[in-house]
Protein backbone atom coordinates (compact mmCIF):
# COMPACT_ATOMS: atom_id res chain seq x y z
CA UNK A 1 0.00 0.00 0.00
CA UNK A 2 1.27 3.63 -0.97
CA UNK A 3 1.22 6.29 1.68
CA UNK A 4 0.91 8.59 -0.74
CA UNK A 5 -1.56 8.92 -3.76
CA UNK A 6 -1.31 11.06 -6.80
CA UNK A 7 -4.30 11.39 -9.45
CA UNK A 8 -4.02 11.63 -12.40
CA UNK A 9 -0.83 9.42 -13.39
CA UNK A 10 -1.16 11.08 -16.65
CA UNK A 11 -2.91 14.52 -17.57
CA UNK A 12 -2.71 15.48 -20.96
CA UNK A 13 -4.21 19.79 -21.73
CA UNK A 14 -4.78 22.31 -24.05
CA UNK A 15 -2.68 25.42 -23.86
CA UNK A 16 -4.69 27.38 -21.28
CA UNK A 17 -6.91 25.10 -19.56
CA UNK A 18 -7.54 24.77 -15.80
CA UNK A 19 -5.60 22.02 -14.29
CA UNK A 20 -5.99 20.02 -10.76
CA UNK A 21 -3.90 17.26 -9.48
CA UNK A 22 -4.85 15.41 -6.42
CA UNK A 23 -2.68 14.02 -3.32
CA UNK A 24 -4.27 11.71 -0.61
CA UNK A 25 -1.68 10.42 1.86
CA UNK A 26 -2.50 7.91 5.27
CA UNK A 27 -0.13 8.55 7.34
CA UNK A 28 0.17 11.69 10.03
CA UNK A 29 2.28 14.86 8.59
CA UNK A 30 3.58 17.91 9.66
CA UNK A 31 3.92 19.09 6.18
CA UNK A 32 3.08 18.54 2.36
CA UNK A 33 5.53 19.56 -0.59
CA UNK A 34 4.77 19.87 -4.36
CA UNK A 35 7.61 19.10 -6.32
CA UNK A 36 8.50 19.65 -9.53
CA UNK A 37 10.43 17.97 -12.35
CA UNK A 38 11.21 18.66 -16.32
CA UNK A 39 12.06 15.97 -18.42
CA UNK A 40 16.32 15.39 -17.67
CA UNK A 41 15.46 17.83 -14.52
CA UNK A 42 16.15 18.45 -11.63
CA UNK A 43 13.71 18.62 -8.82
CA UNK A 44 12.17 22.01 -7.74
CA UNK A 45 10.11 22.35 -4.74
CA UNK A 46 7.06 24.38 -5.59
CA UNK A 47 5.46 25.04 -2.10
CA UNK A 48 5.14 23.38 1.52
CA UNK A 49 2.39 23.20 3.39
CA UNK A 50 0.79 22.63 6.46
CA UNK A 51 -2.36 24.21 6.32
CA UNK A 52 -4.51 26.02 3.79
CA UNK A 53 -3.67 27.36 0.91
CA UNK A 54 -0.83 29.25 -0.76
CA UNK A 55 -0.40 30.61 -4.32
CA UNK A 56 2.57 31.59 -6.30
CA UNK A 57 2.49 33.06 -9.70
CA UNK A 58 -0.02 30.76 -11.34
CA UNK A 59 0.16 27.86 -9.26
CA UNK A 60 -2.36 27.09 -6.13
CA UNK A 61 -2.10 24.79 -3.38
CA UNK A 62 -4.17 23.81 -0.64
CA UNK A 63 -4.11 21.31 1.80
CA UNK A 64 -6.75 19.58 3.90
CA UNK A 65 -5.61 18.25 7.51
CA UNK A 66 -8.59 16.90 8.42
CA UNK A 67 -9.31 14.74 4.90
CA UNK A 68 -5.61 13.73 4.41
CA UNK A 69 -5.85 15.57 0.87
CA UNK A 70 -4.01 18.47 -0.82
CA UNK A 71 -4.35 19.82 -4.56
CA UNK A 72 -2.10 21.46 -7.24
CA UNK A 73 -3.69 23.83 -9.17
CA UNK A 74 -2.31 25.57 -12.39
CA UNK A 75 -4.22 28.58 -14.09
CA UNK A 76 -4.34 29.35 -17.93
CA UNK A 77 -1.41 26.30 -18.21
CA UNK A 78 1.12 26.82 -20.41
CA UNK A 79 3.72 24.62 -22.20
CA UNK A 80 6.33 25.14 -20.33
CA UNK A 81 4.19 23.83 -17.11
CA UNK A 82 4.99 20.31 -19.12
CA UNK A 83 6.37 18.20 -16.37
CA UNK A 84 6.02 15.48 -13.40
CA UNK A 85 4.60 17.15 -10.48
CA UNK A 86 5.51 14.85 -7.61
CA UNK A 87 3.31 15.01 -4.28
CA UNK A 88 5.68 14.32 -0.91
CA UNK A 89 4.61 14.27 2.74
CA UNK A 90 6.79 14.94 5.78
CA UNK A 91 5.32 12.45 8.85
CA UNK A 92 8.95 13.84 9.76
CA UNK A 93 11.85 11.99 9.80
CA UNK A 94 11.41 11.29 6.03
CA UNK A 95 9.97 12.08 3.29
CA UNK A 96 6.69 9.57 1.66
CA UNK A 97 6.41 10.37 -2.03
CA UNK A 98 3.50 10.40 -4.39
CA UNK A 99 4.28 8.02 -8.04
CA UNK A 100 3.79 11.78 -9.48
CA UNK A 101 1.72 13.35 -12.33
CA UNK A 102 3.48 13.71 -15.41
CA UNK A 103 1.57 16.44 -17.44
CA UNK A 104 1.74 17.93 -20.73
CA UNK A 105 0.61 20.88 -22.14
CA UNK A 106 0.16 21.08 -25.91
CA UNK A 107 -0.07 24.56 -27.93
CA UNK B 1 26.13 28.06 -0.91
CA UNK B 2 23.36 29.36 -2.61
CA UNK B 3 21.86 25.69 -3.13
CA UNK B 4 22.43 22.42 -2.42
CA UNK B 5 25.09 21.08 -4.73
CA UNK B 6 26.06 17.36 -5.22
CA UNK B 7 29.13 15.71 -6.95
CA UNK B 8 29.90 14.32 -9.22
CA UNK B 9 26.96 15.28 -11.28
CA UNK B 10 27.97 11.83 -13.14
CA UNK B 11 29.57 8.62 -12.31
CA UNK B 12 30.41 5.43 -14.55
CA UNK B 13 31.53 2.82 -12.37
CA UNK B 14 32.49 -0.77 -12.49
CA UNK B 15 30.47 -3.42 -11.01
CA UNK B 16 32.05 -4.52 -7.40
CA UNK B 17 33.75 -0.94 -6.80
CA UNK B 18 33.42 0.97 -4.06
CA UNK B 19 31.80 4.66 -4.98
CA UNK B 20 31.27 8.25 -2.73
CA UNK B 21 29.24 10.27 -3.96
CA UNK B 22 28.70 14.08 -1.97
CA UNK B 23 25.98 16.56 -0.66
CA UNK B 24 26.91 19.60 0.20
CA UNK B 25 23.20 21.10 1.72
CA UNK B 26 22.57 24.94 2.08
CA UNK B 27 24.64 26.77 5.04
CA UNK B 28 22.88 26.56 8.06
CA UNK B 29 20.18 23.84 6.89
CA UNK B 30 19.99 21.44 10.09
CA UNK B 31 18.32 18.49 8.06
CA UNK B 32 20.20 16.66 4.83
CA UNK B 33 18.10 13.75 3.27
CA UNK B 34 18.82 11.54 0.69
CA UNK B 35 16.87 9.54 -1.95
CA UNK B 36 17.49 7.66 -5.50
CA UNK B 37 15.36 7.18 -8.18
CA UNK B 38 15.78 4.80 -10.48
CA UNK B 39 14.73 4.68 -14.14
CA UNK B 40 11.24 4.84 -14.83
CA UNK B 41 10.63 4.71 -11.06
CA UNK B 42 9.23 6.95 -8.20
CA UNK B 43 11.62 8.53 -5.72
CA UNK B 44 12.81 6.40 -2.96
CA UNK B 45 14.08 7.41 0.48
CA UNK B 46 17.52 6.25 1.78
CA UNK B 47 18.29 8.12 5.01
CA UNK B 48 17.76 11.33 6.59
CA UNK B 49 20.24 13.33 8.76
CA UNK B 50 19.50 15.81 11.74
CA UNK B 51 22.41 17.51 12.72
CA UNK B 52 24.54 14.56 12.49
CA UNK B 53 22.62 12.18 13.24
CA UNK B 54 20.44 9.95 11.38
CA UNK B 55 17.28 8.64 13.62
CA UNK B 56 16.37 6.37 11.01
CA UNK B 57 18.55 3.97 8.92
CA UNK B 58 15.74 1.49 7.82
CA UNK B 59 15.38 3.12 4.00
CA UNK B 60 19.60 2.00 2.89
CA UNK B 61 18.43 -0.95 0.44
CA UNK B 62 21.22 -2.88 1.91
CA UNK B 63 24.38 -3.26 3.97
CA UNK B 64 26.61 -2.10 0.98
CA UNK B 65 24.95 1.60 1.61
CA UNK B 66 25.88 3.43 4.36
CA UNK B 67 25.72 7.51 5.21
CA UNK B 68 27.41 9.83 7.03
CA UNK B 69 27.83 13.58 8.00
CA UNK B 70 30.09 15.81 9.35
CA UNK B 71 30.30 18.97 11.22
CA UNK B 72 25.97 18.83 10.89
CA UNK B 73 27.25 20.11 6.57
CA UNK B 74 28.40 17.81 4.24
CA UNK B 75 27.03 14.48 3.96
CA UNK B 76 28.26 11.75 2.17
CA UNK B 77 26.85 8.15 0.85
CA UNK B 78 29.15 5.05 -0.13
CA UNK B 79 27.95 2.47 -1.78
CA UNK B 80 30.46 -0.46 -1.61
CA UNK B 81 30.45 -3.23 -3.94
CA UNK B 82 28.51 -2.10 -6.60
CA UNK B 83 25.66 -3.63 -8.20
CA UNK B 84 23.86 -3.15 -11.44
CA UNK B 85 20.98 -2.45 -9.84
CA UNK B 86 22.54 0.44 -7.86
CA UNK B 87 22.26 2.60 -11.20
CA UNK B 88 20.13 5.60 -10.58
CA UNK B 89 20.20 9.29 -9.54
CA UNK B 90 21.05 9.72 -6.30
CA UNK B 91 19.54 13.36 -4.80
CA UNK B 92 20.19 15.20 -1.94
CA UNK B 93 17.75 17.64 -0.17
CA UNK B 94 18.21 19.88 2.74
CA UNK B 95 15.87 21.72 5.39
CA UNK B 96 16.25 24.04 8.21
CA UNK B 97 14.46 21.67 10.87
CA UNK B 98 11.19 20.67 9.09
CA UNK B 99 11.07 23.50 6.63
CA UNK B 100 10.87 23.75 3.02
CA UNK B 101 13.10 21.35 1.33
CA UNK B 102 15.54 22.13 -1.18
CA UNK B 103 17.20 19.66 -4.15
CA UNK B 104 20.53 19.10 -5.21
CA UNK B 105 20.68 18.41 -9.04
CA UNK B 106 21.37 14.68 -8.28
CA UNK B 107 24.60 12.41 -9.01
CA UNK B 108 23.54 9.76 -11.85
CA UNK B 109 25.59 6.92 -10.94
CA UNK B 110 25.94 4.06 -13.96
CA UNK B 111 27.52 0.72 -12.75
CA UNK B 112 28.59 -1.49 -15.61
Keep these: KNEVEQSPQNLTAQEGEFITINCSYSVGISAL???QQHPGGGIVSLFMLSSG??????LIATINIQEKHSSLHITAS????????ICAVYPPYQFYFGTGTSLTVIP | GAGVSQSPSNKV???????????DPISGHTALYWYRQSL?????FLIYFQGNSAPDKSGLPSDRFSAERTGGSVSTLTIQRTQQEDSAVYLC??????GEAFFGQGTRLTVV
Design chain 1, 78 to 85: HPRDSAVY
Design chain 2, 93 to 98: ASSYNE
Design chain 2, 13 to 23: TEKGKDVELRC
Design chain 1, 53 to 58: KKKHGR
Design chain 1, 33 to 35: HWL
Design chain 2, 40 to 44: GQGLE
